[in-house]
């Protein structure tokens, strides 16, 4: 508990270091990611009942999502070893990640995301960051299956969560967890794309276990999106769909890490529709005042189905990860929101739109 409440945090390398891999300290590249807020949430209960829900905003991270947590051990690491340039495929957050401790590090960042599927906050990070972004028409994942190619071939390091120090950065979000909370969870929901995340949260709950550092181990609840749920469906999806570009993906690379953290847990891995998404994207940001990208809302969006399913029961405690933040994706939030109303500068005008 200690660790959070210091006043200076160092990143998550630093302050959590002797859970992490060894690492020389001057190849240490920090934007000071992690320690997000555990938020209590008290405006569902109308939906989810006497539940204590919380929300771990991982869109307050330096760039703005989760993916932090993996790019600074992911990008120390290839520094450590004295690399000079890193390479992803992205569907827009890990690339805007990469390209700022790329940038940090002093090193050179390749990305690679599929044309016209990339949320315009996302791709302006990874072009001002730097980076040399390259559009592939195709999907994510014939963009990732260049990239393993190419890793092979030139000296770029691979910064997917395939590498592995990425997973282990981001199981500090679930020791974060335990230390806010004083416990493990009953339940934690998170959307699920590539499925490194979900992965590296049951690890980490794990090791916090086996530590002594909690008594328990969360139900790991994971959702994919319904045009986008090749989990789900036992199978690779050729040609993923949803508006929740984040997990738009069709062959996870995790795909058996997320099997295992639901098998291992006890929890599910389920999908909701777009529908719902955009229902939990809009209730979050109205009723908490967080403005999560949708992907994010998927974690919501599952809970609610449970909730619905007669999974969640009154006292149990649910954390729903919010992965990014809502300003990558700003078309989104324009297009399903109520438009602005536009009046001349008049003050009649004015009262009246206001309802007086
Ligand atoms: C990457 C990402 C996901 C999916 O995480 P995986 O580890 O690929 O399952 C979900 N939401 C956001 C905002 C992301 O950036």
Not at 66 to 91: H, N, Q, Y
Not at 165 to 170: D, L
Not at 298 to 313: E, P
Not at 331 to 351: F, H, L, Q
């Amino acid at each position: 508990m200690e660790l959070l409440r210091k006043g200076l945090w160092r990143g998550i390398i630093n302050e959590f270091r002797e859970h992490l891999p060894e690492i020389r300290d001057d190849a240490i590249v920090t934007l000071k990611e992690g320690n997000t807020p555990l938020i209590e949430a008290r405006g569902l209960k109308d939906i989810l009942g006497e539940v204590r829900l919380l929300l771990k905003f991982e869109g307050l991270n330096p760039t703005g999502s989760f993916k932090d947590r993996g790019m600074t051990l992911a990008v120390s690491k290839a520094k450590e070893g004295g690399g000079k340039a890193v390479i992803c495929a992205s569907t827009g957050n890990t690339s805007a990640s990469a390209a700022a401790y790329a940038a940090k590090a002093g090193m050179k960042a390749y990305v690679l995301v599929p044309e016209g599927s990339v949320a315009l906050g996302k791709l302006s990070q990874a072009m001002i960051h730097g980076a040399c972004v390259i559009e592939v028409r195709g999907s994510f994942d014939e963009a990732l299956a260049m990239v393993k190619e190419i890793t092979k071939r030139y000296p770029v390091t691979m910064v997917n969560s395939l590498n592995p120090f990425r997973i282990e950065g981001q199981k500090t979000a679930a020791f974060e967890v335990c230390e806010h909370l004083g416990h493990a969870p009953t339940y934690h929901f998170l959307p699920v794309g590539n499925a490194g995340n979900i992965t590296a949260y049951w690890k980490g709950y794990k090791e916090y276990r086996d530590k002594g550092m909690v008594s328990s181990l969360p139900k790991m609840m994971g959702f994919q999106a319904e045009g986008a749920a090749p989990i789900v469906l036992g199978r690779p999806v050729a040609n993923p769909t949803t508006v929740a570009t984040a997990i738009k993906i069709g062959d996870p690379a995790s795909w058996q890490g997320a099997l295992q953290a639901k098998q291992e847990s006890g929890g599910t891995i389920d999908m909701v529709s777009d529908a719902e998404i955009l229902d939990a994207y809009r209730l979050v940001a109205s009723r908490e005042g967080i403005f999560c990208e949708p992907a994010s809302a998927a974690s919501i969006a599952g809970a609610i189905k449970m909730k619905r399913h007669g999974v969640l029961k009154d006292g149990d405690t649910i954390v729903c990860t919010l992965t990014g933040h809502g300003l990558k994706d700003p078309d989104t939030a324009i297009d399903t929101s109520t438009k602005p109303v536009r009046v001349s500068a008049n003050m009649g005008e004015i009262i009246d739109v206001m309802g007086f």
